[in-house]
């Protein structure tokens, strides 16, 4: 089945400081990826779409300047936390659709603590 | 306003028997409903894919009805083991195909005692 790896796994920084999480869809293309967000004992909150060669589309509330994504290619988005703070600290996940598929396939997770 | 909510924040059901939870919506018209489990610390994976047209779907173990009328899914795991202990996650998506956002329920977290 479809692959979609993230990394790091889990990051700790101090406030202050910017973090980048890798998305990758290992064994097909997606030129649109997503972006969740889950507080413990919470269900994953949609932040934003990110689309191949184009802007990302953010939901209500998430602040772009913030929380920037890059989907530089078919296979990778990024998204950097921007001078992290505390309350940033979360599971962000990643997901990916492979083409004319409506499943979106999910990487595991990254854990990110700010300090 | 737009609100998905599965049934209880926590199910605990004894080995072998039929564990059922409910996912239920408002002022949404999902072209089709998924249901996902969760690990914890872990992404989730996908289960089953019900569209708008469908009434059920099955796969092993594993049963979903989509009732539109009712605005409601059931999702069943039969003959239930330990191992399907986690939370279980139902989504929709207002369009048709995969590129389209999906919104989750909260989960059911599911405990099956031996």
């Known amino acids: 089945g479809a692959v979609v790896s993230q990394h790091p796994s889990w990051v700790i920084c101090k406030s202050g400081t910017s973090v980048k999480i890798e998305c990758r869809s290992l064994d097909f293309q997606a030129t649109t990826m997503f972006w969740y967000r889950q507080f413990p004992k919470q269900s994953l909150m949609l932040m934003a779409t990110?689309?191949?060669?184009?802007?990302?589309?953010?939901e209500q509330g998430v602040e772009k300047d913030k929380f920037l994504i890059n989907h530089a290619s078919l296979t990778l988005s990024t998204l950097t936390v921007t001078s992290a703070h505390p309350e940033d600290s979360s599971f962000y996940i990643c997901?990916?659709?492979?083409?004319?598929?409506?499943?979106?396939?999910f990487g595991p997770g990254t854990r990110l603590l700010v300090l | 306003s737009q609100k998905i909510e599965q049934n209880s924040e926590a199910l605990n059901i004894q080995e072998g028997k039929t564990a059922t939870l409910t996912c239920n919506y408002t002022n949404y018209s999902p072209a089709y409903l998924q249901w996902y489990r969760q690990d914890p610390g872990r992404g989730p994976v996908f289960l089953l894919l019900i569209r708008e047209n469908e009434k059920e779907k099955r796969k092993e173990r594993l049963k979903v009805t989509f009732d539109t009328t009712l605005k409601q899914s059931l999702f069943h795991i039969t003959a239930s083991q330990p191992a399907d202990s986690a939370t279980y996650l139902c989504a929709l998506a207002e369009g048709s195909g995969g590129y389209n956002k999906l919104i989750f329920g909260a989960g059911t977290r599911l405990a099956v005692h031996p």
């Open positions: 997901s990916a659709p492979p083409p004319l598929v409506e499943t979106q396939y």
């Open positions: 990110s689309n191949e060669g184009s802007k990302a589309t953010y």
